[in-house]
């Protein structure tokens, strides 16, 4: 079983809408969460870290479920901008950062 | 943030040969990692650049085929060996930096091996 598994999509949303996308990881002593965004032929950079407490920067609300073992990241009033691959993160101790392989979000006009 | 920059940003490189990627940041960072994002595949850690001493590779990776030094706090490179068209590929290097949590990546070396 992957450590990290996220939809792959795509997701192709009109501008203004809602999405959501959800991360699930396999190991329970996971400490630390990250969603990072990685455009096309672009590394990877990090968006937002992932709180017990859910965390919000403007459009963008993530969520963290221990029990059931997922985090999510929910995206307000999409914009044309937010067309990227979204990759979720986790660190289970040190070193040991797992990626999913990422979901993929088209905003169309 | 801190700045990395990573060269080549892309090669084409004959079967057999090997390539060495480098990586400098513009200021000291206590941990440097190597990993590859193959097509259609997530990112996967290849090793730890530890300064000053032998890399800490990942299963699956091994000093032979990915020979790493870490001179110095902002310096890496990485090299791919005796290469083959499975290691077309993304190698991008990344920091972890003390005053911000997650990692921050190179820009990335896109390989193909022909």
């Known amino acids: 079983r992957k450590e990290v598994e996220q939809d792959p999509g795509p997701f192709n949303v009109p501008e203004g809408a809602t999405v959501a996308f959800n991360c699930t990881y396999s190991?329970?002593?996971?400490?630390?969460f990250f969603w990072y965004r990685q455009d096309c032929r672009k590394e990877p950079k990090l968006l937002m870290s992932v709180y017990s407490s859910g965390n919000e920067d403007g459009r963008f609300t993530a969520q963290l479920n221990r029990a059931s073992q997922y985090i999510s990241l929910l995206i307000r009033d999409s914009k044309l901008s937010d067309s990227a691959t979204y990759l979720c993160?986790?660190?289970?101790?040190?070193?040991?950062?797992?990626f999913g392989t990422g979901t993929s979000l088209t905003v169309i006009p | 943030s801190a700045v990395i920059s990573q060269k080549p940003s892309r090669d084409i490189c004959q079967r057999g040969t090997s390539l060495t990627i480098q990586c400098q940041v513009d200021?000291?960072?206590?941990?440097m990692f190597w990993y590859r994002q193959q097509p259609g595949q997530s990112l996967t850690l290849i090793a730890t650049a530890n300064q000053g001493s032998e890399a800490t590779y990942e299963s699956g990776f091994v000093i032979d085929k990915f020979p790493i030094s870490r001179p110095n706090l902002t310096f890496s490179t990485l090299t791919v060996s005796n290469m083959s068209p499975e290691d077309s590929s993304i190698y991008l290097c990344s920091v972890e930096e003390q005053d911000r949590e997650g990692y921050t990546f190179g820009s990335g070396t896109r390989l193909t091996v022909v």
């Open positions: 993160v986790v660190n289970l101790a040190g070193n040991q950062f797992y």
């Open positions: 200021s000291q960072v206590t941990m």
């Open positions: 190991n329970s002593a996971s400490q630390s």
